[in-house]
């Protein structure tokens, strides 16, 4: 069977058929799926019946693979981590957010795998960054590519929130201490598409350095409403089995909290990906240092 895509709005998001990730691929097929993931941004694969291996082997196909400092692995590959919510763990990713922004590199890609579902709910939305980026007036984008912003792993994973409480104390302050803040231009250059984006996040963009505090929490509070509008997202219902494939460098998303108490369980394998960047300054020279104090 061919593989066949279909979009699913003009904007983001499309479905692959005609691939079975249980299978070995070839060289080419990785290169069609990398294909239908720039051009769509989050692609999304049906009734997938992979073990964690080859979960973990098909993510590996695109880069290096990260490891959660928080979450629990699973055993037989721990480079994937569970997403494991109920009424007695509920979630704590019901807000848009854009996978680790907290590292000097973050993902280049995330691949979530449905293990168990709600008999309703559950969906998750994704927003294209590059449609947000390009709605908005000229004088605004103009004014956004000269900034960067601090983006802190604390402020995604406080100490008295619920993935920290269930990780362990010591555990998170390891984390902690193991990541400082970073920066990150507002604006990002697409490495593969040379397409620019916004690449700020609710989840861990703290401030946009240079600002007075006032300013950066005007501007940002603005562009987080901003990403959300229904023009630049597309919302997928779960089915058992199901694979999302985004492209953490132009998208954000959301994980809908509707189905408490039932249970939601998902597997996520995360490929790194480069350091930000925006074109009209040398790639890295944003973030190339750790964030000073100011």
């Known amino acids: 069977m061919p593989v066949r895509i279909s979009p699913l709005t003009p904007t983001i998001g ?13 060289d080419d097929l ?8 720039l051009a769509h941004q989050v692609i999304f694969f049906q009734d997938q019946h992979i073990t964690p291996v080859q979960h973990r082997d098909f993510a590996a ?38 996978d680790i922004t907290f590292i000097e590199t973050p993902p280049m890609a995330s691949i979530l795998y449905a293990r168990l579902l709600p008999a309703n709910g559950g969906d998750t939305v994704w927003s294209n960054m590059k449609a947000a980026y390009e709605a908005l007036s000229p004088p605004l984008r103009d004014f956004l590519v000269g900034l960067d912003a601090v983006h802190d792993f604390a402020r995604g994973f406080p100490a008295r929130g619920r993935v920290a409480g269930a990780a362990g104390a010591d555990k998170h302050a390891q984390a902690l201490e193991d990541h400082p803040p970073v920066l990150h231009p507002v604006v990002r250059t697409h ?5 620019d984006g916004l690449f700020v996040n609710y989840g861990f963009t703290e401030r946009i350095k240079g600002l007075r505090r006032k300013e950066s929490d005007a501007i940002l509070a603005m562009l987080f409403q901003h990403i959300q509008q229904p023009e630049f997202v597309v919302r997928w219902r779960w089915t058992p089995n199901a694979i999302a494939f985004w492209d953490n460098r132009v998208t954000q998303h959301y994980a809908v909290n509707d189905y408490l108490p039932h249970r939601r369980v998902m597997n996520r394998a995360t490929v790194l990906g480069d350091r930000p960047y925006h074109r009209s300054r040398r790639p890295g020279e944003a973030a190339a240092d750790r964030v000073a104090a100011e």
Not at 15 to 23: F, P
Not at 30 to 37: K, P, S
Not at 83 to 97: C, E, K, M, Q, Y
Not at 191 to 195: F, L, Q, Y
């Open 30 to 37: 990785i290169g069609e799926i990398r294909q239908a993931l």
């Open 14 to 26: 499309a479905v692959v058929e005609g691939v079975d990730l249980a299978q070995p691929l070839s």
């Open 61 to 98: 196909r695109f880069g290096p693979l990260h490891t959660h400092p928080l979450y629990p692995g699973v055993p037989e590959a721990p480079e994937l981590f569970i997403l494991d919510n109920h009424g007695g763990n509920p979630t704590d990713n019901d807000a848009w957010h854009t």
């Open 191 to 195: 490495p593969e598409t040379g397409e």
